[in-house]
């Protein structure tokens, strides 16, 4: 295709844009608003993954918690038991001092909170890495065997939920985001078609002089993508700046315990947006292919 | 460089438009295609342009079976045919220029090209300085002359001119009649479907007439043979 008919072309889209505005702004925004549905569960979803991922890369260990006023000899047993286990890597012990003093390192400037405490309420804990996550339940079960040991605190069940809670969002959302999509297609097709009629005489007048299918379909197809990505682009500034909002709600309430678990805003978009704009310039095209259909054929 | 063979088309519910059409036109001719309303003249110009393919025989065109083009190639082929209707077919929010220049723009012709030619076409139809007009401000002759030239812009070899007369008054007509024979005598093949019987039996060209989907007559210098 030469560069003056791809000019001819986008001009043409535009020009089908501007004529019928107001069904140019009805497609925008159902684009608009089945994409800001797409954010709401994409949103959820990446973070749940992303707690999922990092409780599991945190949690390919377990902390078993020791009975208090064990004797140092027996807390060394403990510890030559606890690697002889089959599936454990190695393990590391953190006294109660250790644990009080990594818990005021993680509550940051909150930490001067920890100092009026009179006595350490932490227990002493082995950190026990498993060789691989699959064997952790036989591992688990081993070491609730061995006297001495309080508890084991162990998050395979949290993670277990947040991927099942992940999945349902998941499916929920594919199947509202399809309905969605589906009106927008509809909407968009409807819009190029009103185009579609304004140009019909010129559409015939083309095909009696030879133009051939995608020499009058492209300025169609052009003007369904700019549709469906202006939708797209305003969907991501929208979900970018609510999800910012929230974002800095969540970190000034729970402070930086929770945030390190949340997504930033900037990453996310990273994460949505060519999704976005593929989504959003997809459902243009489809929509303007499907209300050509009929009118193509001579 | 025309040639039906045994063509036949048979529309849905076993409609049948033609049947059994064997014609051959040479380079250069004049054809007029008569007959009754409804008899098989539009059929017949739309198996030409390939708006619709035969159900039998064989359409061979420039010593090129078509019968069987594929809908890719079909633009293709139209781009050596030129189309005249009956009520011009202009863009109304083109000038005369533009509408010409728009048949070049849309097989991407060269924009050198295209300056060169548009205004030598509008010259031999005779329309040079009405070129910066829009049609609501020409005349029915005048727009049909801007047809005619938006037909022959891309040169092609076959003009097929579905009564181009039919909307305008007799003094009107025979301006056009003029042009179209000025083309004709330049070396394209011109078929030309009409109902005006004192255009055909004046211009004693080549008559092909069709009633009930068949010819039933094709003469050297025919005449119009039906009354009004």
Do not use: C
Not at chain 1, 29 to 48: C, Q, R, Y
Not at chain 1, 127 to 132: K, L, R
Not at chain 1, 255 to 267: K, N, R
């Amino acid at each position: 295709m030469k560069i003056k008919t791809m000019g001819y072309m986008v001009k043409q889209g535009f020009v089908g844009l501007w004529r019928n505005r107001g069904m140019s702004i009805a497609s925008i925004g159902s684009v608009t608003a089945s994409l800001l549905v797409l954010g709401v569960i994409i949103t959820l979803v990446i973070n749940m993954n992303n707690i999922a991922l990092m409780g599991q890369s945190q949690f390919d260990n377990i902390q078993v918690y020791l009975e208090e006023e064990l004797e140092n000899d027996e807390i060394d047993s403990i510890g030559t038991e606890l690697e002889s286990i089959e599936g454990v890597a190695y393990v590391e012990y953190e006294s109660q001092d250790d644990a009080l003093e990594k818990m005021k390192e993680s509550w940051g400037e909150q930490g001067y909170l920890l100092d009026t405490l009179e006595n350490n309420p932490l227990p002493n804990s082995y950190i026990v890495y498993f060789e691989e996550l699959e064997a952790s339940q036989t591992v688990v079960h081993n070491i609730q065997g061995i006297s001495g040991v309080d508890e084991v605190r162990y998050y395979q069940d949290v993670i277990d939920n947040l991927i099942n809670i992940a999945d349902f969002v998941q499916l929920t959302g594919l199947f509202l985001i399809a309905i969605l999509g589906l009106i927008a297609v509809f909407i968009i097709s409807n819009t190029i078609k009103i185009t579609l009629n304004a140009r019909k005489q010129e559409i015939t007048i083309m095909k009696y002089v030879g133009a051939t299918n995608w020499f009058i379909r492209w300025p169609f197809v052009i003007e369904g993508m700019f549709l469906g990505l202006i939708g797209a682009l305003f969907a991501l500034t929208i979900v970018y700046f609510a999800y910012e909002y929230a974002y800095n709600l969540v970190y000034a309430r729970f402070y930086a315990l929770f945030a390190e678990y949340i997504v930033p805003a900037d990453a996310m978009l990273q994460q949505i947006s060519l999704m976005f704009v593929v989504l959003g310039i997809g459902v243009g095209v489809l929509g303007s292919l499907i209300s050509m259909r009929k009118h193509l054929k001579v | 460089m025309i040639e039906f063979q045994n063509v036949g088309k048979t529309y849905r519910h076993e409609v049948v438009a033609l049947k059994d059409i064997n014609i051959k036109i040479d380079k250069g001719e004049f054809v007029f295609l008569v007959g009754p309303s409804g008899a098989g003249k539009s059929t017949f110009i739309k198996l030409l342009l390939h708006e619709e393919k035969a159900t039998s025989g064989k359409i061979i065109m420039n010593d090129q079976d078509i019968t069987g083009v594929s809908n890719r190639n079909i633009p293709l082929l139209r781009r050596s045919i030129g189309v005249i209707f009956q009520d011009f077919r202009l863009l109304p929010n083109k000038t005369v220029y533009e509408n010409v220049a728009f048949a070049m723009e849309i097989v991407e012709a060269k924009s050198r090209d295209i300056r060169r030619q548009v205004p030598m076409v509008l010259g031999l139809v005779g329309l040079s300085d009405k070129a910066k007009k829009y049609p609501n401000e020409l005349s029915g002759g005048e727009m049909q002359r801007v047809s005619i030239a938006r037909s022959i812009i891309n040169n092609p070899s076959i003009v097929i001119a579905d009564e181009p007369t039919g909307n305008l008054d007799p003094d009107t007509a025979w301006e056009i009649m003029r042009v179209l024979r000025h083309i004709n005598q330049r070396g394209t093949t011109i078929i030309m479907a009409t109902h005006a019987k004192d255009i055909v039996d004046i211009m004693e060209q080549r008559v092909i007439a069709i009633e009930k989907g068949t010819v039933i007559r094709d003469d050297k210098k025919g005449v119009y043979g039906y009354e009004d």
